[in-house]
């Protein structure tokens, strides 16, 4: 359990863009930040280091820290405690996952008629011909287990051209302010740890994401 100043100074350096990549930080500048002594600056810098919730490189003038993926982890909890405390109606899970490649199976699948047809009069929108799959982290994988308690979707399978089409399920969601579904095979084991996302649009691109790049999902709840 991370102690909650030094989970304060977490979000501080959160704040000045470390979670982005490598932030330039004085004990001064951190002090300031946490109204706190320098040394006290120090030591819960130390403390967030020996969780491994930052990654720090020493200079004389001031020191280079980044926040790691445990460190953004523990954020993300509590934001998620701070949105279930604060929302009126209903919240949403999130699910952070790194982008891998898939089979390609999904470009191919999302360019079906009958798939479209209802993922249209569903989700509202026809899906572009690809899916963005994303590998989770352990740590999310109980928000995965508990998305699986709400209500999906089903999304029949059908016949065409001598094949059979198996069934589908899709979960509404969105990723930043665009509409998206996850989706799930219904006649096969799928992996806990793989989330695959459709939109109306590439994901790709219009996130401007790559492999092993981040990305957040955010699922509604009532």
């Given at each position: 359990m991370v102690l909650a100043e030094d989970l304060?100074?977490?979000k501080a350096i959160a704040l000045m863009g470390g979670c982005r990549g490598p932030v330039f930080v004085s004990s001064q500048t951190l002090a300031g930040a946490l109204s706190a002594s320098p040394q006290t600056a120090s030591r819960r810098l130390k403390a967030l280091e020996g969780r491994r919730l930052i990654t720090r490189a020493m200079n004389p003038d001031g020191q280079h820290i980044t926040i790691t993926k445990n460190g953004e982890d523990e954020l993300r909890r509590?934001?998620?405690?701070?949105?279930?405390?604060?929302a009126r109606e209903g919240g949403h899970y999130t699910l952070s996952g790194v982008v891998v490649n898939g089979l390609g199976e999904g470009r191919y699948y999302m360019s079906l008629d009958p798939y479209k047809k209802q993922f249209l009069r569903h989700l509202g929108f026809e899906p572009y011909p690809g899916t963005l799959n994303l590998r989770l982290a352990g740590s999310?994988?109980?928000t995965r287990k508990k998305i699986e308690a709400l209500t999906w979707i089903p999304i029949e399978g059908f016949s065409a051209e001598g094949r059979t089409f198996g069934s589908v399920r899709c979960l509404?969601?969105?990723i930043n302010d665009i509409p998206c579904g996850i989706v799930v095979p219904g006649r096969s084991?799928?992996?806990?740890?793989?989330?695959?996302?459709i939109a109306a649009v590439g994901l790709r691109d219009a996130l401007g994401v790559k492999e092993n790049d981040r990305v957040s999902v955010e699922v509604a709840y009532d």
């Open positions: 304060e100074c977490l509590e934001y998620s405690e701070y949105c279930r405390l604060f999310d994988i109980p509404p969601c969105r084991h799928y992996p806990e740890d793989i989330v695959e996302v």
